[in-house]
């Protein structure tokens, strides 16, 4: 068996060898008498010292997914086999991020054999995949200068999904659409429901498409109304998670309002019945194939559940994009807080033939409302820095917008849906006036 | 207060009482005002070495009560200070143990059965200790060069374990 013996127990040894050379030194047999009791403190502890043990364990959790924040129950059980332990400390090794809501993560218990310890605690967490490593147990005898510590391996795991805002239909247009129906308008006539134009009668035209009114006007010459095709969407989610665009302060990062903007965007057009693809570039590249349904659904909330930011130095702009990951034509929607040097890769997307949507969570307004916190919005060298910085993206933002890139700045205060229909509206009505003047 | 934080200060309260009235009595008063100093130093918990009040108590009233022996204090006195020295550190320990869990209904059973165990062991150390206080031996020179050998092989033993434990393998 291990020598479990503690810092104590060498401690109180050192302390009876002190009083033994001090009496054989002065030859005072009083000093003896002082280190007795120490003697029979120490011998109880070897005799009571923790032996072999076993344990057998086993932890429920009651949901392996839940949404951010929501409680988890986790019930762990160990039967105790081996002698009697004066003192058995147990406590789950549970992951440094969750936060104990209810109940208890350890007990101090004496184990008699077969016996068995129950702990019942109720935990919630931030948007992540938590995993459970084992047991902590330490062994010991009342006294405490003989432990035991046990780690015993037991591994259980559970996600805790990122927040998703609910999101009414977002408008996009992408170049290109794809097979059957969908929700996108697709340029083109056929069946749908936006009215798109008249033609003339064909033979086999359904009678209740013919237009009565125009035709009333013409002699001898029908016309049938067409309504624009409706079908569906490549789209390409393509998340930043670079350290360098990703502020952070009091631990939350900016990069959690982008995930969530991300699992919102990714519910929508699923739902919508969009095929969706995820690229999450941040330390690596974490992809989730293109994709339709339910199951997609998890897919991608799981891909999001656990991206983390991540710092590359291959990775370190938007130039290295990997863009012919994504179908040529199509939609791609980048969710990135942006730096000053991402705008190259805007314009090569562009140039490629992608329709790109960029939604941006606010880092200037994020980083005000820090300093908000501090009570240093007011000084003068923090204004002025923000002023300059606002100019910046401002500008920058505008170039996008020349570009033909749809962007939505997200002021992380206000509500993702409330941002974004107020943008794209906005840029709908600017992009049909350019298309129809030709520009 | 529950009753194993009140043991620990009753505990303390015997061994800085006990040391400062051996010291009294014998005279020696800076003995006495320095088992007041300790008493004071129990009771406030100075920031500085607040995680280790209980040990740096301990040793400091053992060392004191081998001072005390060595100045002719009352033996059984100092006796007596060294067996409340022992619980007080024993109960410290125990007290930072059972703040590591919050206090369930088995903490109660367990903490009486931590008393019942260290009076158990008090007890015995008394016993002999007083039994020592009674006997006189008179050792010759071969018993104390053997007991010399011992402590110098026992000394011996704790040094290669504490490398044992030191070395990175």
């Not at chain 1, 344990?55 to 429920?60: D, L, P, S, V």
């Not at chain 1, 570009?403 to 107020?422: C, R």
Request: proline share 4%; charged share 15%.
């Amino acid at each position: 068996m291990e020598a479990p013996m503690t810092l104590r127990f060498w401690l109180l040894t050192g302390c009876v060898y002190t009083l033994f050379l001090l009496w054989m030194a002065t030859l005072q047999g009083g000093l003896i008498i002082l280190a007795l009791p120490i003697l029979v403190y120490l011998a109880a502890a070897v005799l009571f010292a923790p032996g072999e043990v076993n344990f057998q364990a086993k932890r429920t959790i009651d949901m392996d997914v839940v949404n951010q924040n929501a409680p988890v129950s986790v019930r762990l059980n160990l039967r105790y086999s081996g002698p009697h332990a004066d003192l058995l400390l147990i406590e789950d090794d549970v992951p440094h991020l969750l936060k104990i809501t209810q109940g208890e993560v350890a007990q101090l218990v004496a184990a008699a054999p077969g016996e068995e310890v129950t702990l019942e605690y109720t935990l919630q967490g931030e948007r992540g995949h938590y995993n459970f490593k084992g047991v902590r147990i330490l062994l010991s005898e009342h006294t405490g200068l003989m432990e035991k510590p046990v780690y015993l391996s037991l591994e259980n795991d559970f996600r805790s999904l990122p927040e998703i805002p609910r999101l009414r239909k977002v408008s996009i247009r992408p170049e290109q659409t794809h097979g059957f129906s969908g929700p996108l308008p697709a340029h083109m006539s056929g069946t749908g429901l936006d009215f798109w134009g008249v033609r003339s009668y064909q033979a086999g035209d359904v009678q209740r498409r013919i237009n009565w009114k125009l035709s009333s006007r013409h002699e001898r010459i029908l016309y049938t109304n067409e309504f624009e095709q409706e079908k569906f969407a490549n789209i390409g989610l393509i998340l930043d998670a670079r350290q360098q665009t990703n502020i952070s302060f009091q631990e939350r990062s900016i990069f959690e309002y982008s995930v969530s903007a991300a699992a919102g965007l990714a519910d929508t057009f699923l739902a919508d019945g969009h095929r969706v693809s995820l690229l999450i570039y941040g330390f690596g590249m974490d992809r989730v194939f293109p994709g339709v349904g339910r199951l997609h659904r998890q897919r991608i909330l799981h891909a999001l559940t656990r991206a983390q930011i991540g710092s590359n130095y291959v990775l370190e702009n938007l130039n290295y994009l990997p863009t012919r990951l994504f179908p040529a034509r199509s939609q791609l929607v980048i969710i990135s807080p942006l730096g000053s040097e991402d705008y190259p890769a805007f314009a090569r997307m562009r140039q490629e033939g992608y329709t790109v949507l960029l939604v941006s969570p606010d880092p200037l307004a994020y980083e005000s409302l820090a300093f908000k916190r501090r009570g240093l919005e007011n000084s003068l060298e923090f204004t002025q820095a923000m002023q300059l910085a606002q100019i910046e993206r401002q500008v920058l933002l505008a170039n996008l917008l020349h570009l033909g890139v749809q962007t939505v700045s997200w002021d992380v205060e206000l509500p993702f849906e409330q941002a974004i229909h107020a943008s794209l509206g906005r840029q709908h009505q600017l992009f049909r006036t350019l298309r129809r003047l030709g520009l | 207060m529950s009753l194993i934080g009140r043991a620990k200060w009753f505990s303390l309260a015997i061994a800085v009482i006990l040391l400062a009235a051996g010291y009294a009595l014998a005279g020696i008063w800076p003995g006495f005002l320095a088992a007041l100093v300790l008493g004071a130093i129990g009771w406030f918990r100075p920031r500085p070495i607040r995680a280790y009040t209980g040990t740096v108590l301990f040793f400091a009233l053992l060392g004191q009560a081998a001072l005390g022996v060595l100045s002719q204090v009352s033996d059984p006195a100092m006796l007596f200070v060294s067996l409340a020295a022992l619980a007080y550190w024993d109960l410290d320990a125990f007290v930072t143990r059972l703040q590591r869990v919050n206090r369930g209904p088995l903490t109660s059973k367990l903490e009486q059965v931590h008393l019942v165990r260290l009076l158990m062991i008090l007890g015995i150390g008394l016993g002999i200790g007083l039994v020592g206080l009674t006997v006189r031996l008179q050792l010759g020179l071969g018993t104390a060069m053997l007991l010399s050998l011992i402590v110098i092989l026992g000394i011996r033993f704790g040094v290669m374990v504490l490398q044992e434990k030191g070395s990175p393998d």
